[in-house]
């Protein structure tokens, strides 16, 4: 086996061990099954679809390697990647731009794992449903586990609990918000994974995990 099938089969196992717990719905859902397996087969992660009316229309792909990183080079690959791929599954059927990014510092929390990676940093929380009494949260990640994650209120309310744990089942959406220990412990792993220290077989290719430059590429769409 060949290199190059070994590092495809070890991505598709990482993907399929750490899957999203927040996906979407209609277009997005689309095109999300149509390059999440392309993503996967040149070593990177989805983190988000999602088709605005930004500039017209923009389909907007977010993703990462599986480290976390992702260059504005990296950007430029996805999107050369992915735009035949989309040409021939043809899922949108209006004029659009193809937008592929890095999650940023203040990013989406789509997998359990990115609750783990980010603990003891503040996040908001969405619910799909009321969950002790509301379905807006904001806290510090204090626990992780195989079913909920529980946050720590650093505003509290009257009358809320301080301490809630929410189940991933019921999160509809999760994203970190931007502080000063925020940038500098994402800062600090970044350099961290570019020297090495953490461990990763794509750490040598990493640059900045912050990349916010974005690889834009019109697509040309018949209604």
């Known amino acids: 086996m060949t290199e190059s099938a070994n590092t495809q089969q070890e991505a598709a196992a990482s993907g ?6 927040i996906t979407e719905t209609g277009v997005d859902a689309r095109v999300a099954g149509i390059i999440e397996p392309v993503l996967t087969s040149i070593g990177f ?3 988000r679809v999602r088709l605005t009316g930004l500039n017209g229309l923009t389909l907007q792909i977010m993703t990462e390697r599986n480290d976390g990183t992702m260059t504005v080079e ?9 735009s035949p791929v989309l ?7 209006r004029h659009y731009h193809l937008e592929v990014s890095s999650p940023g510092i203040d990013r989406p929390l789509v997998r359990k794992s990115d609750f783990t990676t980010w603990a003891g940093h503040i996040v908001k929380v969405d619910t799909s449903a009321v969950h002790q009494g509301r379905k ?4 510090r990640i204090a626990a992780v586990s195989d079913e909920a994650v529980t946050v720590e209120s650093d505003q509290a309310s009257y009358g809320d609990s301080p301490v ?16 000063d220990d925020l940038i500098r412990d994402a800062l600090r792993r970044d350099k961290d994974l570019r020297e090495g220290r953490i461990a990763d077989d794509d750490a040598d290719a990493a640059e900045a995990s ?5 690889a834009d590429q019109e697509q040309t769409k018949k209604n």
């Open 210 to 214: 912050d990349a916010t430059s974005a």
């Open 136 to 139: 807006k949260f904001r806290g």
């Open 87 to 93: 040409d021939v599954e043809d899922p949108i059927d």
């Open 16 to 21: 399929a061990t750490d899957e999203r717990i």
């Open 74 to 82: 990296d950007c430029e690959l996805v999107s050369r990647t992915l």
């Open 164 to 179: 809630v744990e929410i189940p991933f089942e019921l999160i509809a959406d999760a994203r970190l918000v931007l502080t």
């Open 45 to 47: 992660r989805l983190v």
